[in-house]
Every structure is written in C-alpha cells, then in structure tokens.
C-alpha cells in the first residue's frame, strides 16, 4: 500500500517535468497521467480524492488514457521504484 497526495501544499507531482511533458501530450492533467501510471497493469487500486464534479472529471480521464511505452519508460525513469 503506498500513500502520495497528488496536489496540495506542498506537493510535487503536478509541478513534474515528465508527468507535464506527457500531459501536455494528450491534452490532460498531470494527475490524470499519473493516476493512469499507477493504474495501468490493473493490480493497484488509487483512491483519488473526488471533492468536487470537476475533480471526479479529472480523475476518471485517468481510466481511459494509454500510455506508450515510450512514456511508460520516461515516468519509470524519472520515478523508478524505491524497492520499499
């Protein structure tokens, strides 16, 4: 089980070049891509906060977005994991 809150105080992730990069690339979020990251081989779950119909908007773009594997490997590169 792993915890990160994708914005608020303090948060890095929407701020990051690759996530950005790759987003600017479909025409979505920073987050919708790395809920997409995270969900993408079907054995995580991601609980992303919904506290307006705009935010559940923003996440549910996550559920249809495909990666390539170009952009898989960028993300995996520049967020390998930490071996926790």
Do not use: F
């Not at 600017?24 to 990251?37: E, G, P, R």
């Not at 923003?58 to 995996?76: D, G, H, K």
Request: proline share 7%; charged share 10%.
């Amino acid at each position: 089980m792993a915890y990160s809150p994708l914005g608020g105080p303090g948060a890095s992730l929407p701020g990051d070049p690759a996530l950005g990069s790759i987003a600017a690339a479909h025409a979505c979020t920073a987050a919708a891509v790395a809920l997409a990251w995270t969900i993408r081989s079907g054995n995580v779950i991601a609980i992303p906060e919904s506290g307006s119909v705009a935010h559940v908007k923003e996440n549910a773009v996550a559920l249809s977005l495909t990666l390539t594997r170009q952009e898989l490997e960028t993300l995996n590169a520049a967020h390998p994991l930490s071996g926790r």
